[in-house]
Nanobody, 125 residues
Framework: QVQLVESGGGLVQAGGSLRLSCAAS????????MGWFRQAPGKEREFVAA????????YYADSVKGRFTISRDNAKNTVYLQMNSLKPEDTAVYYC??????????????????WGQGTQVTVSS
């Protein structure tokens, strides 16, 4: 049974940093791409970043490029999202997701097979 468990969310002031973790279990993810998405109240879930497990290729939404960094630890089967220079508009529930890796890593939530329960990130101004 595949499980993705996020942690690391919280309340932080604008300009601060947080590191989210996504612990993956239940299968081998070496052929998967792992994504982070977020959903703010009243808004649709949106792509934030993704990493291809096998070659560590990374992809970012324009809104977070240069501020967020996605990475993975093979030994711990964990994906991270380092978030720096946080802004109030980054406030959302952040979700980890997994999808079999293809030539083009998808940026739409519907393409992903597995999801975590989400972790709240709140950035105060």
């Amino acid at each position: 049974q595949v499980q993705l468990v996020e942690s690391g969310g919280g309340l932080v002031q604008a300009g601060g940093s947080l590191r989210l973790s996504c612990a993956a279990s239940g299968r081998t993810f070496s052929s998967y791409a792992m994504g982070w998405f977020r959903q703010a109240p009243g808004k649709e879930r949106e792509f934030v970043a993704a990493i291809v497990w096998s070659d560590r290729s990374t992809y970012y939404a324009d809104s977070v490029k240069g501020r967020f960094t996605i990475s993975r630890d093979n030994a711990k089967n964990t994906v991270y999202l380092q978030m720096n220079s946080l802004k109030p508009e980054d406030t959302a529930v952040y979700y980890c997701a997994a999808v079999p890796a293809t030539v083009v890593v998808p940026r739409t939530p519907g393409a992903y097979d597995y999801w975590g329960q989400g972790t709240q990130v709140t950035v105060s101004s």
